[in-house]
C-alpha cells in the first residue's frame, strides 16, 4: 500500500514536472519567428473571450465574458457582455468607456501608464511582444502548447503586474490564452476563444 | 430702536435656523416601547458567500467604476477588494468592529482621507450586530436607536416584511452617511447605495452572479 502510494505521488509530481519545460535556444528561435510571422499578417482580430478572476480568500473564480476586436494599428474594444455590459474602446489616444449606457471619456494622449496598457493588451492578444524591452521573458513547453512568461523591468508597473503569462497555441502560433499576475495569489486569467484572423471590420465598431 | 429690533429679528430668524438644522434625526417619528434588545444584519453573514458587486463611485463630480468584492474571512472580519473591470486590485482591506488593515492600495487612492472615509463606510456596511437603546416608529418603518461612539446609527426595519432598508449614521444633530439596502430574500440586498450628506460621495453596488 505504501509503495503504491508513493508511486502514485511520484506519477503525480511526475506529471506536474513535465508540464512546463524550459525551451532550447533553437526552440526559443523558432517559436518566436512562427509568432511574428503570424502576427506581422494580422490586421484586424476580433475573439470571444472568457475573464476568471481569481482572489485566493474568494470560494470561486469571477467570471465575465465579452468580445474583444482590434484593428491596425491601434484601434481596440474591449467588451464585457455577461453578467453586465461594459464596453471600453482605445482610440486616438483616448479611453471611451460605455457603462450599461452611461458614456464617458478620458483623454489619455499623453499619459504614459495608459498607452503603455494599450501597448500591453494588443501586445498580449496578438502575441507580439518580444522585442519589448521592458519585460525579462522566459520560455517554456507546455504539453501541446507554448508558454511565455514577461516579468516586468520597470518597477511602477512591477507595483500592478507581477508577471504576464501567454499561452499559446503550437499549430496557430496564437494566444489562446493570458493571465495576469497581481501576486502569487492573485490573478486573472482571459481565455480566447472563436478568434477571427483579418475579417473586415469598420472604423465604426469603434465607437462607444 | 427701530435698528435695534430688526437686529433682534435677525438674530432670532438665525437661531431658529439653527434650532430647526440641529434638530434631531428623530424628530418627525414616534417613540416606542423597546421590542428587541439587538438586531443582526444578514446581509454579510455567511462566510461561505463570495458577495461581489458591480459599482459605481461618484465622488465631486468624477466616477469611478468596478467590482466590490466582499467575504467573511472569520468570524470578526470581513476582506474587502475593489478591482477595475480587468480584475486590476485597486485596494484591499481587512476590516472588524475594532480593527483595519490595508493589505494594498493603489498610489492614486492612497489618500488618509479617502481611506477612512472607506473604512467608516465599509465597516458599517459588513456591521453585523447592533444593541438598540431606543425605538421609533414612522407608517412604514420601525425605527431602532443604536449607539456607535459618540455617534448613532439608526436602522429602519419595514414594517411589512422585516426587511433592513436603511442605516443612517448621524451625530448628535445631523446624518452623516446613509445605507440603504434592496433585498428580495433578506439573506442578502441586491442593491446597496451608500450616500453621504456632508460630502459629495455616493457608491452604488449591484449584486451579480457570475456566469
Known amino acids: 500500500m505504501k509503495t503504491k502510494i508513493a508511486l502514485l505521488i511520484l506519477f503525480i509530481s511526475g506529471n506536474l514536472f513535465a508540464q512546463e519545460q524550459k525551451m532550447t535556444a533553437a526552440e526559443i528561435a523558432s517559436f518566436k519567428e512562427d509568432v511574428n510571422v503570424v502576427s506581422k499578417k494580422i490586421k484586424t482580430l476580433s475573439t470571444d473571450f472568457v475573464q476568471y478572476k481569481h482572489l485566493d480568500f474568494l470560494s470561486k473564480d469571477i467570471e465575465t465574458s465579452g468580445k474583444m476586436i482590434f484593428k491596425e494599428p491601434n484601434l481596440l474594444q474591449w467588451q464585457y457582455k455577461k453578467p453586465y455590459n461594459y464596453s471600453i474602446v482605445f482610440k486616438n489616444g483616448k479611453i471611451l468607456i460605455n457603462d450599461e449606457g452611461k458614456k464617458s471619456a478620458v483623454d489619455i494622449g499623453n499619459s504614459k501608464i495608459f498607452g503603455r496598457i494599450n501597448k500591453l493588451i494588443v501586445g498580449s492578444v496578438s502575441g507580439n511582444m518580444f522585442d519589448d524591452k521592458e519585460f525579462t521573458i522566459s520560455y517554456f513547453k507546455v504539453k501541446g502548447q507554448n508558454l511565455a512568461k514577461f516579468v516586468p523591468k520597470d518597477a511602477t508597473l512591477k507595483k500592478y503586474i507581477k508577471q504576464i503569462e501567454l499561452t499559446f497555441d503550437k499549430e496557430e502560433a496564437t494566444v489562446v490564452q493570458v493571465k495576469l499576475l497581481e501576486s502569487s495569489e492573485d490573478y486573472t486569467r482571459i481565455v480566447l476563444k472563436n478568434k477571427v484572423i483579418n475579417a473586415k471590420i469598420d472604423d465604426s465598431v469603434f465607437t462607444n | ?211
Do not use: W
Open chain 2, 1 to 211: 430702536m427701530q435698528k435695534s429690533t430688526i437686529q433682534f429679528l435677525l438674530i432670532n430668524c438665525f437661531l431658529a435656523i439653527v434650532l430647526v438644522s440641529c434638530g434631531s434625526v428623530t424628530k418627525n417619528y414616534t417613540p416606542k416601547k423597546l421590542d428587541k434588545t439587538s438586531y443582526e444584519v444578514p446581509y454579510f453573514s455567511d462566510s461561505k458567500t463570495d458577495y461581489v458587486y458591480k459599482t459605481n463611485i461618484k465622488v465631486y463630480g468624477n466616477e469611478i467604476s468596478g467590482i466590490f468584492i466582499a467575504k467573511k474571512i472569520n468570524d470578526t472580519t470581513h476582506r474587502i477588494v475593489f478591482t477595475t473591470e480587468f480584475g486590476n486590485k485597486l485596494l484591499d482591506f481587512e476590516i472588524s468592529d475594532n480593527s483595519f488593515k490595508v493589505n494594498s492600495i493603489v498610489s492614486e487612492l492612497d489618500r488618509k482621507i479617502l481611506i477612512n472615509t472607506l473604512k467608516e463606510d465599509f465597516r458599517l456596511l459588513l456591521k453585523k450586530k447592533y444593541l438598540i437603546q431606543e425605538q421609533f416608529e414612522n407608517d412604514s418603518d420601525n425605527i431602532y436607536k443604536s449607539k456607535d461612539g459618540k455617534r448613532d446609527n439608526y436602522l429602519f426595519i419595514s414594517k411589512k416584511d422585516h426587511r433592513l432598508e436603511k442605516v443612517v449614521h448621524s451625530s448628535q444633530t445631523k446624518e452623516k452617511f446613509t445605507l440603504t439596502f434592496t433585498s428580495e430574500n433578506n439573506i442578502f440586498a441586491e442593491k446597496i447605495q451608500i450616500i453621504h450628506q456632508n460630502i459629495k460621495l455616493k457608491i452604488e453596488l449591484n449584486y451579480f452572479k457570475s456566469e
